[in-house]
């Protein structure tokens, strides 16, 4: 499962969130809502998650956004 970071608008702060649906991200120090997902590690932690509704770029690989495969 996917861990994601998390900055949290409504206190500021950073927190790591196993996210099943990002619908239900809540910060855990002040239960806001308003979080914003840091894409920090993305393309490393990629792993087909995203393959079929994001619709990934590359048909040799799993990277949403790939420049090593000629695509
Ligand atoms: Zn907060």
Known sequence: ?????????????????????????????????????LLSGFSSKSDGQFTSSQGSSCSTCSATSCATCGQ
């Open 1 to 37: 499962m996917p861990i994601y970071e998390f900055h949290c608008m409504k206190c500021n702060k950073d927190f790591e969130l196993l996210v099943m649906s990002k619908d239900e991200v809540m910060c855990p120090a002040c239960n806001g809502r308003d979080v914003k997902r």
